[in-house]
C-alpha cells in the first residue's frame, strides 16, 4: 500500500499520526490497535462506533461492517477499509490485517479494550497464522491517552464551540427552573437544548441533584422536585464535533442557610486559589493541593473526597488527573483540564463549582465564563 503523506491527509492529521508513530519507534511497536471512538477520532477526526483502527508506520486501516461503510468511504477515503464480511467476527478481521502487513509486535491500549477481545484477537492470529511467530499483541497502558493529552489548535478550538453550546444552553433553561420543577424535566429541557444548538449529544448523563441529592457527586437525576431553600447542582457538558466540554453550576434556591452560603464561599475560594496556581510545569498535584489546602484550612478536608479535576477532550475523562492519588506529572501548555472542587454534606447539600482551563505559554485561560458568585447563581 503508498504509504500516507502529509499530501493525502489533513495537516493536523498528519501531525497526528507522526506524534504517535514517533512513540511506536521508541517503544519498538510496529504497530498500534485502535479500539475506541476517541482514539479513532484522533487519527481520523471523525468517529464510528464498532470500528477498530490500525495505525502502522506507514499505513491506518479502518476496520468495520456494512452499517459504516459509507460514512467511512466518504469521512476517510485516504484511509484503507476492510468491510467486515456478515461472517467475519472484529477478531477474524483484525488478526487477518495484521497477518496482512507481516507485523511482528502490535500494541494495544489494554485499560480500554475488553481482556475477552484481545484473547480473541490472540486466538485467532494462532490459528491463521503461517509463520512460526505470529504477531504479537502488547499491553500498552494509556499509550493513546498520552498522546491526546496536549491538544492541538483545532483540538482547542473544538472544545471552546462545545463549551458555548453548553452554556448557551443552561442559559436557556435556567430562567424555567423554579420550585417544583423536577429533576428529571431540567435534565431533559437541558439535553434537548444542547442538542438544538448542534451538539451530538451531551457529553456525559446531565446531572441535576436537589437539596440533600446534590451532595452525592456523581448522582443520577430523578422525579425529585426543586424545593425552595435548598442547593441545586447542574453537571452538564455537551459534545460538539466529538469533543466534550464539562461544567457544574450550585445554585441557591431562594434562602439557603448561613452555613451553606459559607460552603459555597469556600468552595470558589478553592477554586480560584487553584486557578491562579496554574501554569506550565505546575505538578497535577500541586495544583490539586491549591484547592485542597484551602478546603483543608477550613475543617471540610474528609468532605471533599474527589481530585481536583482531568483532562478533556475527545473523552470527558482523558489525562491529566488533578489529584494527589494519581501519578503526578507537570502540566504543559495546550492541555484542557476541569477544575472542579467541591465539599459535600450529607443529608444537608454539597457544592462543587466546575469551570474548563486551558493551559497557556505563561499560565492558563478559563474557557468558560458563566458567573459562579454566589449571588450570581442565586435561584428564585
Not at 475506541?36 to 470500528?51: H, K, R
Not at 430562567?175 to 442538542?195: D, L
Not at 431562594?254 to 460552603?263: I, Q, T
Not at 480560584?272 to 490539586?288: M, V
Amino acid at each position: 500500500m503508498k504509504p500516507l503523506s502529509a499530501a493525502r491527509l489533513p495537516a493536523h492529521i498528519f501531525t497526528r499520526h507522526a506524534r504517535v508513530r514517533l512513540a511506536l519507534e521508541q517503544e519498538k511497536i510496529d504497530a498500534i490497535l485502535l479500539t475506541t471512538p476517541a482514539d479513532l477520532g484522533y487519527v481520523t477526526g471523525n468517529a464510528w462506533e464498532d470500528t477498530f483502527g490500525l495505525l502502522t508506520l506507514d499505513s491506518l486501516t479502518l476496520i468495520s461492517d456494512f452499517r459504516y461503510e459509507t460514512e467511512l468511504r466518504a469521512e476517510a477515503a485516504w484511509a484503507r477499509l476492510h468491510i467486515r464480511g456478515s461472517k467475519e467476527t472484529m477478531a477474524d478481521a483484525v488478526a487477518a490485517e495484521l497477518i496482512r502487513h507481516k507485523l511482528g509486535r502490535v500494541g494495544f491500549e489494554s485499560n480500554f479494550t475488553p481482556h475477552g477481545t484481545a484473547q480473541s484477537i490472540a486466538a485467532k492470529l494462532k490459528e491463521k497464522s503461517r509463520r512460526s511467530q505470529p504477531p504479537k499483541l502488547v499491553p500498552l497502558t494509556d499509550f493513546m491517552v498520552n498522546r491526546r493529552k496536549v491538544k492541538d489548535a483545532i483540538e482547542i478550538e473544538a472544545i471552546r464551540r462545545a463549551i458555548a453550546v453548553a452554556q448557551d444552553a443552561y442559559l436557556a433553561v435556567r430562567p424555567t427552573v423554579k420550585p417544583g420543577s423536577t429533576e428529571n424535566e431540567i435534565a431533559g429541557r437541558m439535553e434537548y437544548e444542547m442538542r438544538r444548538r448542534g451538539a451530538s449529544s451531551g457529553s456525559f448523563e446531565t446531572n441535576v441533584g436537589s437539596g440533600p441529592a446534590s451532595a452525592l457527586p456523581h448522582y443520577r437525576p430523578r422525579e425529585t422536585p426543586v424545593l425552595a431553600n435548598q442547593l441545586l447542582l447542574f453537571d452538564w457538558g455537551a459534545r460538539v464535533g466529538h469533543y466534550c466540554s464539562d461544567i457544574t453550576r450550585t445554585h441557591a434556591v431562594g434562602r439557603v442557610s448561613p452555613k451553606l452560603k459559607e460552603v459555597y464561599k469556600l468552595v470558589l475560594e478553592a477554586q480560584l486559589a487553584a486557578i491562579a496556581a496554574i501554569r506550565p510545569g505546575l505538578s497535577t498535584r500541586a495544583a490539586d493541593k491549591a484547592a485542597r489546602d484551602v478546603i483543608d484550612a477550613a475543617g471540610y478536608g474528609k468532605q471533599f473526597g474527589h481530585g481536583l479535576g482531568h483532562g478533556i477532550g475527545l473523552a470527558i475523562h482523558e489525562l491529566p488527573r488533578l489529584s494527589r492519588s494519581a501519578k503526578p506529572e507537570p502540566l504543559e501548555p495546550g492541555m484542557v483540564v476541569t477544575v472542579e472542587p467541591g465539599i459535600y454534606l450529607a443529608g444537608e447539600g454539597g457544592v462543587r463549582i466546575e469551570d474548563d482551563v486551558l493551559v497557556t505559554a505563561t499560565g492558563c485561560e478559563v474557557l468558560t465564563t458563566l458567573d459562579k458568585s454566589f449571588e450570581g447563581c442565586h435561584l428564585e
